[in-house]
C-alpha cells in the first residue's frame, strides 16, 4: 500500500512536502538523541506540535501534572517517559475561513489521528488533542494536499491572522478586509523577515472600529479599515495600531497611523517585523514581545524606527500584485429565497432564529451562527455541517475568535431547513455571543500551565445558564464570560464583561482552587478596555458570582446603562463587597466540597500539615502580611478608579512589598520597613536563587517587582503604567501565594523525615 507520502505527491506543494519531508527526520533523530532538546521544541513549536497535559493534569501516583512535550507510540522506553502518550496538533486556519471539503478532510483526520474532536481557538484555529508525534508528518502532508498548513502555527513567529468572521456581508463595515488578511497571512507565511522574533507575532483585522469582531486593539499589529476621499476618489486604507497584547499584563495597543494605504499594509508589516526582530528581547522570554519594544521606546520614537526601516525596503512586487485580482464578498451564491420555506412551526426554531440570526447587508440573507459548548465539534458534526453548508448556504463557514462558527449567504426563507438540519446533528444549541456561550481556554483539561479548571468551570455555567432560556432577561442575556484557566488570557478574561482567571490559594496545608474575579473589561470597540481582578473566589462559588453580579445589576442599574457603565458607577469597593462572602474560605470539615474542582473528584490538596489543637488557628506575621498586600493591591485599583494616578501607583508598589515581606518572614520574623532591605532580602533569598520562580512562568513575577522597586524615586507616572503596575502587583501576590504553598510543603516533608 502506498503511503500518504506518495499518494499524496502531485497534491502537496513541493516546498511544503519538503518541509514536512525535513520535519519527519528531525523527529527520528530527535528519538535517537541526535538533535538538542531546545531546537527540536522550537522546530516541532513551528510546525504547531505542542506537548499536552492529560488527566487533569494529575499523576496517578498524585505528584502531580504529567508533561507531554514528545509524543509518540514508542513504549520500549517505559511508562514514565515522555514517549509513551499523545500531544496537541494546532492547525493554522487564516481568518478561520473553511470550506466545505476542508470541513470533511478535518473530521477524516480528528477520527483518524485524535479523539474525534475538533477544538476551535479564540484565533479563530482548529486544535486536535492526543496526537501522536509520529503521525504529524502524515496529518500535516494530508492537510497540505487540502490547503491547510500547520506551519507558524506556533513557536516565535506569525501566528494565525485573524479577521472579522462576517467580513463582507457586514452592513457596519468600512469595506471587506477579507482579501487583505488573506494577503498578510500569505505574505508573511515564511517570510525572512519574520524568523529571529523572541516570541509571537499576532495580526488581526476589523472591518470597523466599533465592533469587537476582529479585536484588533489587542493584538501586536491591528487594522481597522477605513475609506476617505481624496480629489473626489474614495481610497481603502486602514488606522493602524501596534502593541496590543493580553498575557498575564495587558497593554492596549497603541495608534500608529490613522490612514495606511492598501498598498503599503504588506511593506509596512515587513518593516515592523524587522524593527521587532532586531530590538525585541530574546533572552527573557516574559518582556520579548512587541508590546515591551513600544511601551520602552514610546510610540513616536516607535514610528520613526519602522518608517525608517520602511524606506530601506527594496521593492518587491508581492506587496500589491494582489490589489490587481480582489476578491470581496462576490455574488450571492444563488436568488434569495429560490428554495422552498418551511411550513409550519419548528419546535425550537423561533429561539434558535432570535439569537442565531443575523442579517447580511445584502437583502434577503443573514448570517447564521452555529455555537460550540467549549469550542468543540466533532467528526461527525463537521461532516453534517459541511452538507449544511453546501446546501443552505456558499459552501464556507468561518470560526469565529468567540470559538463558534458562522454560516454566511443563507437565505432567510431557508432559515428553518438549516435549523432542522442543525438541529438533527446537535447543532442548535441558542445564544451564540450571549451569556450562555463561554468562552474558555484548555486549562487543567490538557494545557501544562493550567491551575484551575477552566473548561469544567464554564461546562456548568453554560449548563445552569443555558437552562434559564426565555427567563433570562435580555440585559443580562447579551453579556460576555470568559474563562482562563491561568494568569495568561488564553480565555481573553480580560475582555469579558464578566471575566475569571484560575489561582489557588493555601489554607491550613491544603490548597484550594480559586479564580480571580476580573471585572471592567470592553469587548466592543475592538477591544476597547481591559478589566482589573477585583478579588478571588472558591472555584465552586463561581456560578454564585455570576448569579449575584448579573442580579445586583438588573436591580441597582440605571435605564438602558450597560453593564460596564454600571460597574463604572458602581465602582470597585461596592462590587467587591457584593462578592465578600464569597470569597471566605470555611476549613474542610465544614465544606470539603471547595477543596476540589470541576469534573475532579479529588480534593486539590498538597498535603496535609496539621491543625493547632487551641481553639483558634495560629496565623503568622506572613499570613498577615499577605492580607494586607492583598488590600493594598485592591485599594491600589480604587485610587486609579479616583483618577489619583501616583497614590495608586505607589500603593500597588506597597502592595509588593507587603508580599516580598510576607516571604520573608516565613524564615526570619526579623525584617525593617525599609523597601531597599525589603527588596534585598527578597532578590537574595529568593530571586538569584530561583526559589521564587515559577517552572512555567520563570522569573518573570519577581522582576515586576525588583523592576518597579528600581525606579522608585525616578518613576514616570502616568494611568497606563499604574493600571499595568496594578496587573503586576495582583500576579506578584498570586506568586507569592504560591512560593509561600511550596516552602510549607518543603518544610512539611522536612518534619516528616525528622521526625
Known sequence: MNSWKEKLTDTVPVELGREIDVFETQIELKRQGKIDDKIFAETRLRRGAYGQRYDNGQRDDGSGPKMLLYPCRDMTKGPDTV???????????????????????????????????????????????????????????????????????????????????????????????????????????????????????????????????????????????????????????????????????????????????????????????????????????????????????????????????????????????????LQGEGPPPREPGRRSSEVGTVPGFGAWRKYNIQPQRQQGYVVATVALPLGDISAAQLRALASASRRWADGEVRATVEQNIVLRWVAEDDCASLYRDLDAAGLSDCGGGGISDIVACPGTDTCKLGIASSRGLAAELRRRLGERGGEMDEAVRGLRVKVSGCFNSCGQHHLADIGFYGVSRNFSGRTVPHFQVVLGGQWRDNAGAYGLAIGAVPSKRIPAVVDRLCANYLRGRLEDESFQDYCRRSGKKNLKGMLSDLMKVPSYQEDSSLYSDWRDPREFSIGDLGVGECAGEVVSLAEFDMAEAERRAFEAQLLLEDGKIPEADEMAYGAMLEAARALIRLESAEIADDPAKIAAEFESRFHLTGRFHDKYAGAKFSQYFLQRHAESGKRAYSAEAAHRLIEESLLFIEASHACQARIAVENGAVATKSS
Open 83 to 325: 514517549w509513551d502518550a499523545p500531544g496537541m496538533q494546532r492547525i493554522k486556519i487564516p481568518f478561520g475561513r473553511l470550506s466545505a471539503d476542508q470541513l470533511e478532510l478535518l473530521a477524516d483526520l480528528a477520527e483518524e489521528y485524535s479523539d474525534g474532536i475538533c477544538h476551535i481557538t479564540t484565533r479563530q484555529d482548529v486544535q486536535f488533542h492526543f496526537v501522536y508525534l509520529e503521525d504529524t508528518p502524515d496529518l500535516m502532508r494530508r492537510l497540505a494536499g487540502g490547503g491547510i498548513t500547520t506551519r507558524e502555527a506556533c513557536g516565535n513567529t506569525v501566528r494565525n491572522v485573524t479577521a472579522c468572521p462576517i467580513a463582507g456581508v457586514c452592513g457596519e463595515e468600512a469595506f471587506d478586509v477579507t482579501p487583505y488578511a488573506l494577503a498578510c497571512s500569505t505574505f508573511m507565511l515564511g517570510h525572512p523577515d519574520a524568523q529571529d522574533f523572541g516570541r509571537k507575532f499576532k495580526i488581526a483585522f476589523s472591518g470597523c472600529r466599533h465592533r469587537g469582531c476582529g479585536l484588533a486593539s489587542m493584538h501586536d499589529l491591528g487594522f481597522i479599515a477605513r475609506e476617505r476621499s481624496v480629489g473626489g476618489q474614495v481610497e481603502r486604507g486602514f488606522e493602524v495600531y501596534v502593541g496590543g497584547g493580553l498575557g498575564a499584563v495587558p497593554h492596549q495597543a497603541k495608534l500608529f497611523a490613522d490612514f495606511v494605504p492598501v498598498s503599503e499594509i504588506l511593506p509596512l508589516a515587513q518593516a515592523l517585523s524587522r524593527v521587532f526582530a532586531r530590538l525585541g528581547e530574546k533572552k527573557n522570554r516574559a518582556r520579548a514581545r512587541l508590546k515591551f519594544v513600544v511601551a520602552k521606546l514610546g510610540i513616536e520614537e516607535f514610528r520613526r524606527m519602522v518608517l525608517e526601516e520602511r524606506n530601506k525596503l527594496r521593492r518587491d512586487d508581492a506587496w500589491t500584485e494582489f490589489l490587481s485580482d
